[in-house]
């Protein structure tokens, strides 16, 4: 059975801080991963993608890859309130499949 | 551009009447999802089309479901008879096959069979 394991949380940060999500697979065979934030009540939405070992940016946010690793990580920098939501970790082996994690639930700090 | 577009958005019935959920997925997508979410489980894959075609079903429970894509901008997944446990959030996503690329999610449709 693939996997893709995530720990539900809540990960609570204080404003301004760094967020850090992670996630781990059990499929060596994925080739790309994608990291969905879903609101409470709303449905998945794309931050960012990523199939190269090693680093993404874009913005505040920064995906890792460590295929080595079989390890998938989200850095939120300057956390604000409104990144409090679930985020969740999927992975493909190069298909349409993706394999969802069940998601880290992210609470920012006021 | 609209984007996902379901129906209805909440449904609420009670075990063993039939339930049927809607979906037009964006317009010059390919490729149509239908995942159920729960705490429990997460998101999991139902039912995956590509040009109108069910691929995989291999997600689809068992036989009291079932979907259809008669044309490239409808989608219907049916449950019949409907059971308690059946009761969670249901998602139709769709892109530009590639594996690539995004899938774009609608608004779910929150079904609770009584």
């Known amino acids: 059975q693939k996997e893709v394991e995530q720990n539900s949380g809540p990960l609570s940060v204080p404003e301004g801080a760094i967020a850090s999500l992670n996630c781990t697979y059990s499929d060596r065979g994925s080739q790309s991963f994608f990291w969905y934030r879903q609101y409470s009540g709303k449905s998945p939405e794309l931050i960012m993608f990523i199939y190269s070992n090693g680093d993404k940016e874009d913005g505040r946010f920064t995906a890792q890859l460590n295929k080595a690793s079989q390890y998938v990580s989200l850095l939120i920098r300057d956390s604000q309130p409104s990144d409090s939501a679930t985020y969740l970790c999927?992975?493909?082996?190069?298909?349409?499949?993706?394999?969802f994690g069940t998601g880290t639930r992210l609470k920012v700090l006021a | 551009d609209a984007g996902v577009i379901q129906s209805p958005r909440h449904e609420v019935t009670e075990m063993g009447q039939e339930v049927t959920l809607r979906c037009k997925p964006i317009s010059g997508h390919n490729s149509l999802f239908w995942y159920r979410q729960t705490m429990m489980r997460g998101l999991e894959l139902l039912i995956y089309f590509n040009n109108n075609v069910p691929i995989d079903d291999s997600g689809m429970p068992e036989d009291r479901f079932s979907a259809k894509m008669p044309n490239a901008s409808f989608s219907t997944l049916k449950i019949q008879p409907s059971e308690p446990r059946d009761s969670a959030v249901y998602f139709c996503?769709?892109?530009?096959?590639?594996?690539?690329?995004?899938?774009?999610f609608g608004p779910g449709t929150r079904l609770t069979v009584l």
């Open positions: 996503a769709s892109s530009w096959s590639s594996s690539y690329n995004e899938q774009f």
């Open positions: 999927a992975g493909t082996s190069g298909t349409y499949k993706y394999i």
